[in-house]
């Protein structure tokens, strides 16, 4: 079982890569690296919307992600390396890399309710794989839109900012967390560690 | 959502120190053995304060790096960020939020383009406040410590120009005084900061001035120094987190 995590020029590469460090074999791996011995890439995420696409299409990515998949491999997107996998943010204006259909959309403040949504929140999930419900950090202006969130297929983290928000995702190998596990604690470590077992697990 | 506790680590080279009105520091200890302590204790944040930064534009990212990697709670960094790259660096070793200070006062178009690279979340408006002696007005702190040409809702309408996320609202004046929040300055900020997160830091002494800010304003976070690092009023040194939870 292997971890990389991948360098695509934007996002805290080293914290997800420190804290992988902690229970498997994990790697930084470049988009131009061979990345045929890894189970499971995972994009980590601080930054802009249309940065992060300029980014990932400058380095290949939709060709590359797309390939890792096909050949059983996994995905986790953190936070805008999450929101890069969609298909479009109200944050910008170029197209995502459309691995999953939906969209993102500006949070609305309200009193006791300011945007970014910055702080620790509790998520919890009803259909989620090996999810231990608990709080973790959030820090982001823009969310899955509702219509994403009821969409088929999808296994689902949900959390409340007000109105209910969308935490994450798994669906066909690919997971998306707008939350930072790699900046939650214990929680944070729990939930990666359990991902990488399931990896593990589902391995051929 | 809770509330955020959160623990300010004064850096002066590499030592941890906390000081008074950013003045006369006191030596505390090894800056990368308190963040792996408040780690551990899961805080909600921990905000690292370089306290030359700001006069020497000189960031040791060497060291940084160091305390990056006793982290797995959120970290934010303020001092001395005067150019894009800085940015990039932080945020590359695993900073999440980079605070901006006088590069807001000076080159605002710099911090602009952070923001639409990092996205508004990860820069943070970071606003030191000097209280004028006589008239009690309130202005943004220049790097020598004294009043700038900027009052605070100069200083702050500048930040949400630039598109900053977060504001912190620091009462330098009140920095390690245990006088508690200041009810005149919290009066004295605009209305469209509700619609922010904000901390507040500067005078916060003990667990009922804690309470103070969170029961009577609309902080979302507070920065914690002397509470953390002493047992008592600038005496005994003792890395600690309170066990306070807010919602």
């Given amino acids: ?204 | 959502m809770k509330k955020r506790l959160i623990p300010v680590l004064q850096l002066n080279g590499r030592k941890l120190v906390k000081t008074r009105d950013l003045r006369d520091p006191i030596y505390i200890g090894d800056p990368i053995n308190a963040c792996r302590i408040f780690s551990e204790k899961n805080a909600s944040e921990i905000l690292l304060c370089n306290i030359k930064g700001s006069k020497d534009r000189i960031i040791d990212f060497e060291h940084l790096e160091e305390i990056c990697s006793e982290s797995f709670v959120p970290l934010a960094y303020i001092g001395g960020v005067s150019q894009i790259t800085d940015f990039d660096r932080l945020f590359g070793m695993g900073i999440e939020k980079v605070g901006v200070d006088q590069l807001l006062l000076t080159k605002p178009e710099i911090v602009e383009d952070a923001v639409r690279k990092y996205g508004s979340s990860s820069v943070m408006a970071s606003i030191t406040v000097q209280k004028t002696r006589f008239r009690g007005n309130y202005f943004a702190r220049s790097v020598n410590n004294v009043a700038s040409k900027f009052e605070l809702s100069d200083a702050l309408n500048i930040a949400k120009d630039a598109g900053c996320g977060e504001f912190v609202i620091h009462a330098s004046y009140n920095e390690g005084t245990y006088r508690g929040i200041d009810d005149v300055l919290v009066s004295r900020l605009p209305l469209w900061l509700n619609n922010y997160p904000v901390t507040y830091m500067g005078g916060i002494g003990s667990e009922s001035d804690v309470g103070d800010v969170f029961e009577s304003t609309f902080f979302t976070g507070v920065g914690l120094g002397s509470l953390c690092v002493f047992s008592g009023q600038r005496s005994g040194i003792l890395v600690r987190y309170p066990n306070l939870s807010y919602s």
């Fill in chain 1, 1 to 204: 079982m292997k971890v990389g995590v991948l360098d695509y020029g934007i996002g805290n590469v080293k914290s997800v890569y420190r804290l992988c460090k902690k229970f498997s074999s994990v790697q930084i791996v470049g988009p131009q690296d061979p990345w045929e011995d890894y189970n499971l890439i995972i994009l980590p995420g601080v930054g802009s919307f249309d940065h992060a696409v300029q980014l990932t299409n400058a380095s290949n990515l939709q060709a590359q992600l797309p390939l890792h998949l096909s050949k059983g491999g996994f995905i986790l997107g953190i936070c805008v390396g999450m929101q890069v996998l969609l298909e479009s943010s109200e944050e910008g204006v170029l197209p995502g890399l459309a691995l999953v259909e939906g969209c993102l959309k500006k949070l609305t403040s309200s009193p006791g309710y300011p945007v970014p949504h910055m702080g620790w929140s509790e998520v919890s999930t009803t259909d989620f794989p090996f999810f231990v419900e608990g709080e973790f950090y959030f820090t982001h202006s823009y969310a899955l839109s509702k219509e994403t969130f009821d969409a088929d297929g999808y296994q689902t983290l949900k959390s409340t900012y007000h109105d209910d928000i969308f935490a994450g995702f798994f669906r066909d190998n690919i997971f998306g967390v707008q939350f930072h596990p790699e900046k939650s604690g214990t929680n944070g470590r729990d939930f990666l560690e359990n991902i990488i077992n399931y990896v593990d697990g589902s391995a051929l």
